[in-house]
């Protein structure tokens, strides 16, 4: 493919190209059509949508510049983009600085910094950790990253190095090289103790000072140019620096444009001036001088002049500059001012003259120490001197007040030279400087409307400087093409050696001016028309305006300049009256006499003065002096300039320099505002197009061959793919790019020229966007044929369920038809039938009432016959009865009658039968048998009498009954029947009434009808009424469970509040609590920084002074003497005596070294116990706040306890009044003894009596109970007490609280009283609260039961084990009394015996009187002691007998007395004893370990010094060296040897110190002696013998517990020695993981093929490694199992493991998230998912180790936040309040910067939008945070130490003889 057709292929449509534009210099627009080769215009559309034609240039048919895809915007190194031209580069800065908010940019080797106008978070001390060390093209551009560059290759090639900041005023140049020399000071610390580092940094305050003033460009412009060379010895430490000045604007003192001020030094004063040691200057306000008031503005927005005004001082006190020479200073400074204020006036034409007694001038004098008249004088008369004559003439007003103004610039020059000597002298190095780095801060290119002579040496700097850096350039560009071994072709770059040769060669500019001052009448015009007439016909580079002759133009690299010509002699020649300056020499100042010193005569070098002028004579001599100085000041100010601007250009060639261009965005000041004219206009001043034209004049693009092949993988096919990826390159580019111009193979890397990764970029996205197309064809496709085959079956289960449906209808049409027909048949036949019911029911009805109307008429009918016929009945009855009453009185009237005179005719007829015989005897026949009858019939009817009498007995009882009853009845009848006579006659009234009644009825039913209506009426209304009110209640219902819903949650969230804030408060005193020890623990560290400092430097003063002596050979550190190993005392008088001998050999070098250290250590000293003061205080504030809340709650049980005793009182005088009621009682019985049932005798007063007598025997009983119960109660709250300062259970806890106060024994109380009320003296029921109380009663008293029972268990136990102990005791001295020999045993049995009486007898003595057992115990001991030396003189006189015994029967054995056996001395010659076989038992050992004191170095070497930790913790039981420690100072504590233990204990931390300032570094060596460190102090806690610290233990161990010393202050030294040890572990650790974090989180692949590689620039790897990290995430894992193995072999502690995990992953996730931030290639969708799944890693470890629950997870939150952030959706409102929600985490500038960073990878992503992150902003608006972007890497979790107690027994430890410790001997 030729250029034409590549042009045809990349100008196509929708290509997207540059085109100029007025305003916006350059602007976007979009191809409508294709471009053809030969097409004269191009059809564009712009990004406002109006379509435009381009016309191409005619004579060069210059296509428009190509914009570079997007992928590619916004990238650090401009170099990186594939089309390198101006709009580009404007476009790139642009998006960065205005959408990311990113201010450095690489362009190759230069970093453009763009000013923002804001404070940006991006320079603290975190920035500076996290660009330590890391390598340039690593982290995004900053100022940083050129520093540490520059200080890297300073250590590794060992050159010197320079960074080069410029730029114009306002851009930011000041601040760049600020922040440049801050991070030198920061990462390379000082190597002297004068703190160099900050004497550098000092010097910054006071510089801005005297050199800074406010322009219309920048409120802290630099006048000046300074150049500071930063030195540093060969451990690359600062050790000093020296500052070089360039061209100080002294013409601002004296004068200011419109909105600028004059120097910061002046208004600082002005601000000052009512303080009290400025009194004396007589300053004002800034308005009242003439220096400071021509501005119009003396403030500046935001800046306190009088708070700078203390910085500077202490800038000035910090740099040694005393407080006299700053008082001098600000006199010469205030005189200054006063001395511009100073009022010339008009004498005549050719003379001026002061008005005396000048105040101004008056003040000037007495500042400056000189005499008002000499100074009046010589300010208005200059002397004139010839070859023989001096003569003084007066000069007119203006030349006097440019004379004045002079002297003011003079007086300031010499001040801002004294300054910087004097800044100078305190940053010199006081050791040989090994290298250094200069920081160049220089003005850049300025063009104004007026140029005058500090315009034309600013550009001539600049000239120079950018040669030097076209060079540079080129340079580099050829070296790197000769690395690679590519042809190297001459690049054409612009050479501006003409411009500087016009300016400096031989009749230069400089030149002619020089001349032209050396001439006596030599004038601005004059030397004007020499440059006219010199260059004007023979340099291209000089014009001439056109309309002045004043002036002339110069043609420099950036632009063409005018300069006017007025004021360049004056300028360049400096001058200023000899007598002004002799004046100034003869001042009483000491400080203005040393300005002056050195100060060379200046004369005017004009020639003789006309006449009337005053004659002096002068010598010879001094006038040959004068010449000769003469001379010497006739070197112009452009001279000086010149040769110091060589001068800086030879130490620039011989360094390696650095750029940072400056750029200033716009001329208002506003913050992230881009004026691209304004930037075009720096950009093409500061040579950063002008890199950009030579980088794209040759190969700007470089790929190594594995980021090519990695890139472009997708545009080779398989079998293109070779193993040999330098191949494999090869054959892919001669295939995709035919013109092998385009590109070029190195050595490592493929060079292209520029466009040509946009061309192969535009290849890859086609073939991306093809494969794209393809993978959417065949998903589409499948899509399309899943949802054609998803549509079928949906229509065939549609139709199927629609016939379905349909047949479903078909048959339920049917039944619904039938249905139908069935329903009407039934509801027809329901019709008729109901209407035939109907009707039936009618007819019933009618029938019903016809026939009732009917019936009642009949019965109406009948019921009137029916009464009608029983009263005819009755009236026909009554008549009849009248009649028959009296028809039967007249019948038995008449019988009567009838019958009276039959009867007295049959009585006469019997008198005269009773008168004859004969009828007697007729009337006696058959008298007998009748008789007989009668007789029978007599005795029959006697019988039947008897039987009738009774009878007639029953028939009367019940006829008298039933007359009873029937009288009753009859009474009942007759009452009936008169009421029936009274109905009778009632009848009519009723019928009347009833009548009545009918008519009020009929009314009353009117009246009811009414009422109804009225009812109804009224009832709709109540209802109506009702439903409203049952409506108003059931809203007033709603808003009733409203309220209460609203109190419910009220009073929830105020619990919750009040929980919360409890909780918020318990967590801020943990926190600060943490933040105590945090602070506590970092003092800690400094101290031991200060510390090895301390003891480095002082080896240092040590080496540098001693001289080695002959024959004397220095051993080796790991076989150090016993001297080397003394304790920390001997080490200290050593040290003493090794620098009192160093005093004396070096008496004249300087102390103050030792003095500040030692003044630092007894500062840090204070300081750490002031800290653990108060944390001790704190604490103690928690446990206040603890015993506060516990008396708040015994307040509020007060008022109850207060109720109680008023409530046990009223039961205590009821009780009393109970017993003066019984005793009444008493009295009352006996005295009514006269009663009968009441006698003492009788029955019921004995009853009484006895219940009474119970009744007072139960109650005595009940009061000796409650006595009882109180005692205990007071015993037991005795106990509680007691047993309160021990750690026991919160339930426990809790009862104890309960039973302090008195409410149980009234409780108790009144349970037994209420007992003694019990139902057989009361009978009344008994209530709920007395059941509860008595309830209360028996659990109390059964709680107190079981507590007693408890306590007697315990006392038991405890004896039970003394005795067990005892019993062991006695027959381990069985035992031993059996080995020894029979003498021995009585011995042994009788000290045996005698110990333990007295022990037994000091028991008693102890608990009866402690000062006596005291005193007891030591007569004993002394008693003692006299007895076991009487032992040892007995023992001695029987080992003599014994020998002379031996010697006594040798001889009977020789002398053949025969053999006889040796009888020993208790043996009996006798008796036989029988051997009796013994087992010999295993000494019983005491857990203690004796040495003698000269052992101690030995054991402290053996096992400390050179202890390998390997070996121990492999095959010994782990802190193995603690117990053997511990048990060594057992002995000494059992031995009361205090000495012995206070040097075992300095030993041993002084070792232990030692081995870790040696071995600090293996993470071994630290992890097995912090395990070891906190064993010791455990062993230190367990044994103590405080009762917090034994429950744990074992009877056994509690015997082994310290006796005689306590070690807590020694405690607190372990417990500060184990965090010194922890905090080292961290460190090193750190030190380890360091490399591995950012390599194997960020930059290693885990998942193949996710991340993709992008262009890079020149930046992508500088020179300073050499290959690619290769630590991968196992590498990481791995390092943690390592860690994790090491401690768990060692026997750290779990919960010191888990801190330290935690602290591992906090680090882990810092430093990744740290990288994260500051590198905009990582922050991409494909690296958040490789982050993602290497936490997941990280976390599968946790849950390995078991350690998930230790806090380690929560510390990778926040980058798991920053994963999730880059891989979610951002675009919507929906997807920012989501993102808010997630990333709790993360600060807000954390987001932020995720957001800007983010970048996509490849054109299918987007970017996120600056709309997007302003709404994340505006919603985040509220959080509370820190503005800090990264994380602290360097905070260390504040650790603990949890009490940890062994099991271990001390009496089990074996020494092993590996440890060299043959001379313990266990105990």
């Not at 006499?593 to 002068?618: H, I, N, Y």
């Not at 040999?724 to 020229?753: A, H, M, P, S, W």
């Not at 540098?1104 to 200290?1132: A, I, L, Q």
């Amino acid at each position: 493919m030729n250029e034409n057709q590549e042009l045809d292929y990349m100008f196509v449509k929708f290509a997207r190209v540059w085109i100029p534009d007025a305003d916006e210099v350059w602007k976007s627009a979009e191809l409508t059509k294709n471009y053809k080769h030969g097409d004269s215009t191009l059809h564009l559309t712009l990004e406002d949508g109006m379509d435009i034609e381009h016309k191409l240039d005619d004579k060069t048919k210059n296509l428009p510049h190509l914009r570079n895809p997007d992928i590619l915007v916004g990238e650090n190194d401009l170099t990186a983009l594939s089309y390198l031209h101006e709009p580009a580069v404007l476009h790139n800065l642009k998006v960065r600085f205005t959408d990311s908010k990113l201010i450095y940019t690489y362009c190759g080797i230069v970093l453009v910094a763009i000013n923002p106008y804001e404070n940006l978070p991006i320079y603290g001390s975190d920035i500076i950790n996290a660009y330590s060390g890391q390598n340039m093209g690593d982290m995004d551009p900053h100022i940083f990253a050129v520093a540490e560059e520059a200080y890297k290759q300073m250590a590794r090639d060992e050159r010197n190095q320079s960074i080069i900041v410029s730029g114009e005023s306002g851009a930011g140049k000041t601040v760049s090289a600020k922040y440049a020399m801050r991070y030198f000071a920061t990462v390379s610390g000082a190597a002297t103790e004068a703190n160099v580092e900050e004497k550098v940094l000092a010097s910054n305050p006071i510089m801005e000072a005297i050199g800074n003033a406010k322009t219309t460009r920048n409120d802290n412009s630099s006048r000046f140019g300074k150049y500071i060379e930063i030195g540093f010895d060969k451990r690359y430490r600062i050790i000093g620096a020296n500052m070089r000045t360039y061209l100080l604007e002294k013409s601002r003192v004296v004068f200011q444009a419109d909105e600028e001020r004059n120097y910061h030094i002046f208004y600082q004063l002005c601000a000052s001036s009512h303080l009290p040691e400025f009194k004396n200057l007589k300053l004002g306000s800034a308005d009242v001088f003439h220096c400071t008031n021509q501005g119009r503005n003396p403030v500046i927005d935001g800046v306190d002049d009088a708070k700078e005004m203390c910085t500077t001082q202490h800038a000035f006190s910090l740099l040694g500059i005393n407080e006299l020479n700053q008082k001098g200073l600000f006199q010469v400074l205030a005189a200054i001012l006063h001395l511009g204020n100073v009022e010339i006036k008009d004498r005549d034409s050719d003379s001026s003259i002061i008005p005396p007694n000048n105040r101004h001038l008056t003040v000037f004098c007495e500042l400056m120490g000189v005499t008002y008249q000499d100074m009046s004088h010589w300010l208005c008369h200059k002397k004139l001197k010839t070859a023989q004559e001096t003569y003084i003439k007066p000069i007119p007003r203006l030349q006097a007040s440019n004379a004045r103004d002079a002297l003011a610039k003079h007086i300031y020059a010499k001040v801002f030279n004294w300054i910087v000597d004097h800044v100078n002298k305190s940053l010199r190095a006081t050791v040989k400087q090994h290298s250094f780095i200069g920081v160049l801060d220089i003005y850049g290119f300025e063009t104004f409307e007026i140029n005058s002579f500090e315009q034309f040496c600013i550009n001539y700097a600049n000239e120079k400087l950018q040669q030097q850096f076209n060079m540079h350039v080129f340079k580099l560009e050829q070296e790197e093409y000769l690395k690679e071994q590519i042809p190297w072709t001459l690049i054409d770059f612009y050479d501006n050696q003409p411009c500087i040769n016009l300016i400096e060669a031989k009749m230069g500019v400089l030149d002619l001016l020089d001349e032209e001052c050396k001439m006596p009448k030599g004038s601005d015009d004059s030397w004007a028309q020499k440059l006219y007439n010199t260059h004007l016909k023979t340099c291209s580079l000089f014009e001439k305006p056109r309309m002045s002759n004043k002036a002339f133009i110069i043609q420099h690299f950036a632009d063409k300049v005018q300069y006017q010509c007025d004021g360049f002699l004056e300028k360049n020649k400096d001058t200023v009256n000899e007598e002004q300056i002799n004046v100034l020499k003869a001042s009483k100042l000491d400080l203005l006499v040393e300005l002056f010193q050195d100060e060379e005569k200046v004369t005017s070098p004009t020639g003789t003065a006309p006449g009337g002028r005053t004659r002096l004579s002068v010598k010879p001599k001094q006038i040959r002096s004068a010449g000769a100085s003469s001379k010497e000041h006739k070197k112009t100010v452009g001279c000086q300039f010149r040769n110091s601007l060589a001068m800086l250009m030879e130490t620039l060639n011989a360094t390696t320099p650095h750029y940072v261009r400056c750029i200033k965005p716009n001329d208002l000041k506003f913050p992230f505002t881009f004026d691209p004219k304004r930037a075009v206009q720096q950009l093409r001043a500061c040579g950063v197009l002008e890199t950009i034209r030579i980088s794209a004049a040759g190969f700007p693009s470089r790929w190594t061959y594995q980021e090519f092949f990695s890139r472009y993988r997708v545009l080779m096919k398989q079998k293109d793919v070779l193993s040999d990826r330098r191949l494999t390159c090869r054959n892919v580019l001669e295939k995709l790019v035919q013109d092998q111009d385009k590109y070029q193979f190195g050595k490592t890397k493929i060079f292209f020229r520029a466009g040509q990764v946009a061309y192969l970029e535009k290849l890859r996205a086609d073939k991306l966007r093809k494969a794209c197309v393809r993978i959417q064809k065949t998903i589409r496709c499948w899509l399309v044929r899943k949802k054609y085959l998803r549509k079928k079956h949906a229509a065939i289960t549609i139709q199927r369920y629609t016939r379905g449906h349909q047949a479903r209808c078909l048959v339920k049409y049917m039944r619904q038809t039938l249905a139908a027909i069935t329903i009407q048949k039934f509801q027809r036949m329901c019709v008729q039938r109901k209407l035939y019911l109907q009707k039936q029911a009618a007819a019933l009805v009618m029938q019903t009432i016809l026939r009732a109307y009917m019936a009642r008429q009949k019965y109406q009918g009948l019921l009137r016959n029916h009464k009608a016929v029983f009263i005819q009945k009755h009236v026909r009855g009554w008549l009849a009865r009248q009649r028959y009453k009296r028809s039967l009185r007249a019948i038995v009237y008449l019988q009567c009658c009838i019958r009276r005179m039959k009867a007295k005719k049959e009585l006469k007829k019997l008198k005269i039968e009773a008168r004859s015989v004969e009828h007697f005897k007729k009337l006696n026949v058959g008298m007998e048998n009748k008789i007989m009858q009668l007789q029978r019939k007599l005795d029959e009817q006697a019988k039947d009498n008897r039987v009738t009498s009774e009878r007639l007995s029953c028939l009367e009882t019940s006829h008298a009954v039933e007359s009873d009853k029937l009288k009753v009845e009859v009474s009942k009848l007759k009452g009936i029947e008169e009421e029936a006579k009274n109905n009778a006659n009632r009848v009519t009234s009723l019928l009347e009434e009833l009548e009545r009644l009918r008519k009020e009825l009929t009314t009353t039913q009117k009246e009811k009808k009414t009422i109804e209506d009225w009812a109804t009426k009224y009832r709709d209304e109540m209802e109506k009424m009702v439903a409203e009110l049952k409506q108003q209640n059931g809203l007033l219902k709603t808003e009733k469970d409203d309220l209460n819903r609203m109190i419910k949650e009220q009073s929830q969230q105020m619990t919750e509040k009040m929980t919360r804030a409890l909780a918020e408060e318990t967590q801020q005193l943990e926190s600060d609590l943490n933040e105590e020890r945090s602070r506590y623990q970092n003092l800690l560290t400094e101290h031991l920084r200060l510390e090895e400092r301390y003891d480095d430097l002082k080896e240092e003063i040590t080496l540098s002074v001693s001289v080695p002596k002959p024959g004397h050979r220095r051993t080796d550190s790991t076989h150090s003497s016993n001297g080397s190993e003394c304790t920390y005392n001997s080490e200290f008088a050593e040290s003493e005596e090794s620098s009192r001998h160093g005093e004396d050999v070096t008496r004249g070098m300087d102390t103050s070294l030792t003095l500040k250290l030692q003044k630092r250590v007894t500062e840090l000293e204070q300081e750490k116990s002031s800290l653990r003061n108060e944390l001790e205080n704190k604490e103690e504030q928690f446990q206040r706040a603890r015993v506060r809340d516990d008396e708040e709650h015994k307040k509020s049980r007060g008022a109850e306890l207060e109720y109680e005793s008023l409530k046990r009182q009223e039961l205590d005088s009821e009780n009393k009044k109970l017993k003066h009621d019984l005793t009444a009682m008493r009295q009352s019985l006996l005295g009514n003894a006269g009663a009968g049932a009441g006698a003492p005798g009788s029955p019921p007063y004995k009853v009484l009596m006895d219940q009474l007598n119970s009744s007072c025997e139960e109650l005595e009983v009940r009061k000796e109970e409650v006595l009882i119960l109180r005692s205990q109660l007071v015993s037991q709250k005795e106990a509680m007490q007691h047993k309160e300062t021990m750690t026991e259970p919160v339930h426990y806890a809790e009862d104890v609280h309960k039973m302090k106060d008195s409410g149980a024994i009234t409780q108790a109380y009144l349970g037994l009283k209420e007992t003694n009320r019990s139902p057989r003296f009361l009978h009344k029921p008994l209530e709920a609260n007395e059941l509860l109380n008595r309830l209360r009663l028996l659990e109390g008293q059964m709680q107190q039961q079981r507590r007693s029972y408890d306590n007697e268990v315990e006392v038991l136990r405890g004896e039970l084990q003394s005795v067990k102990e005892e019993n062991n005791r006695q027959q381990q001295l069985l035992a031993q009394n059996l080995q020894l020999p029979p003498e021995a045993r009585i011995e042994a049995s009788l000290q045996h015996e005698i110990t333990r009486l007295t022990n037994e007898n000091l028991e008693m003595l102890r608990t009866e009187d402690p000062t006596a057992y005291r005193s007891a115990k030591v007569n004993i001991l002394r008693r003692m002691v006299d007895l076991m030396e009487q032992l040892e003189k007995q023992d001695k006189t029987i080992r003599k007998l014994k020998k002379q015994l031996k010697v006594f029967s040798k001889k009977i054995g020789e002398m053949g007395a025969g053999h006889v056996e040796t009888i020993s001395p208790g043996q009996m010659v006798e008796e036989t004893v029988r051997p009796v076989n013994i087992p010999r038992r295993e000494k019983d050992f005491q857990g203690m370990l004796e040495y003698k004191k000269e052992d101690e170095l030995k054991l402290v070497k053996n096992l400390i010094l050179e202890l390998k930790p390997r070996g121990v913790a492999v095959n010994l039981i782990p802190g193995l060296p603690a117990y053997i420690l511990f048990m060594c100072l057992r002995h000494a504590d059992y031995v009361n040897d205090d000495q012995k233990v206070r040097t075992l204990l300095t030993s041993t931390i002084n070792s232990i110190k030692k081995i870790l300032k040696k071995r600090g570094d293996d993470f071994e060596t630290v992890s097995f002696w912090l395990s070891n460190t906190c064993r010791f102090l455990h062993c230190l806690k367990q044994y103590s013998g405080d009762e917090s610290f034994m429950k744990h233990n074992t009877p056994k161990q509690n015997d082994h517990c310290l006796s005689n010393f306590d070690l807590a202050e020694y405690r607190q030294v372990l417990s500060d020695l184990a965090i010194q040890i922890y905090q080292q572990l961290i460190k090193c650790m750190e030190n380890i993981l360091q490399p591995m974090i950012v390599s194997g989180m960020l930059e290693h692949e885990t998942i193949q093929g996710v991340s993709g590689v992008k262009p890079t620039g020149l930046r992508k790897r500088t020179s300073s490694i050499a290959d690619e990290g290769t630590y991968t995430l196992e590498s990481i894992l791995r390092q943690l199992s390592a860690f994790h193995s090491t401690m768990c072999q060692h026997g750290t502690d779990p919960e010191l493991i888990k801190q330290v995990v935690k602290q591992q992953f906090y680090i882990i996730g810092a430093v990744t998230l740290n990288n994260l931030l500051l590198r905009k290639d990582m922050c991409s969708w494909s690296k958040g998912m490789q982050i993602r799944y290497n936490v997941s890693q990280l976390e599968e470890w946790l849950r390995d180790k078991s350690l998930m629950l230790c806090g380690a997870k929560e510390t990778l939150e926040p980058l798991i936040q920053a994963a999730q952030l880059l891989q979610v959706k951002k675009k919507t409102d929906e997807d920012a309040e989501a993102i808010c929600s997630m990333c709790n985490s993360l600060s807000t500038s954390q987001i932020v910067k995720v957001l800007n960073l983010y970048t996509p990878v490849n054109e299918f992503e987007e970017r996120v939008s600056v709309t997007f992150i302003r709404t994340i902003q505006t919603r985040l608006r509220d959080r509370c945070e820190t503005p800090q972007l990264l994380m602290d890497t360097k905070i260390i979790y504040p650790v603990t130490f949890p009490f940890n107690p062994s099991s271990l027994a001390l009496e089990t430890i074996q020494i092993p003889g590996s440890l060299n410790l043959a001379f313990l001997t266990r105990v």
